[in-house]
């Protein structure tokens, strides 16, 4: 499965990558929203994981705007942080599943066949 990951923090990002490529996965890891926006038309991922709290733009942020341009993959939204209801509601309604870091490695792969099957229509939110 082709994965975009947007991690700012290097060790968290290069031990993501370390895990998804041992599982077979081919991972384009970025460090920020704005260069996982720009990127993401070439790389054309299967996957989008993203950081909520980024050093430019936050995770939802990046989520909302490619659904907004009807280009959001199956996606799964990162934090370390206590997301507020409202925004674990808005990453569910952009189809994004949200997992609480530190990630349990069984949660992550858990995590991913789920996300990389659902349709286009689920993720464009049409039915």
């Known amino acids: ?10 060790a968290s990002r290069e031990a993501l990558v370390g895990l998804l490529e041992c599982e ?19 790389v054309n991922p299967e996957v989008l994981i993203v950081d909520y709290r980024l050093p430019d733009i936050n995770g939802l942020d990046v989520l909302s705007e490619l659904h907004a341009a009807r280009r959001l993959p199956p996606a799964i939204l990162m934090s370390a942080y206590v997301l507020s209801d409202r925004v674990r509601a808005v990453a569910g309604a952009l189809a994004a599943r949200v997992l609480r870091k530190p990630i ?3 949660e992550l792969l ?4 789920r996300a ?9 939110g049409r039915p």
Do not use: N
Not at 1 to 10: G, H, N, R, S, Y
Not at 24 to 42: N, P
Not at 110 to 113: Q, T
Not at 116 to 124: A, N
């Open 1 to 10: 499965m082709k994965i975009l990951l947007a991690e700012d923090d290097p």
């Open 24 to 42: 077979g996965h081919e991972v384009i890891s970025v460090e920020r929203g704005d260069e996982a926006l720009a990127v993401l038309a070439d």
């Open 104 to 106: 349990a490695v069984t």
């Open 110 to 113: 858990g995590a991913l066949p």
């Open 116 to 124: 990389g099957t659902l349709s286009l229509r689920e993720v464009r």
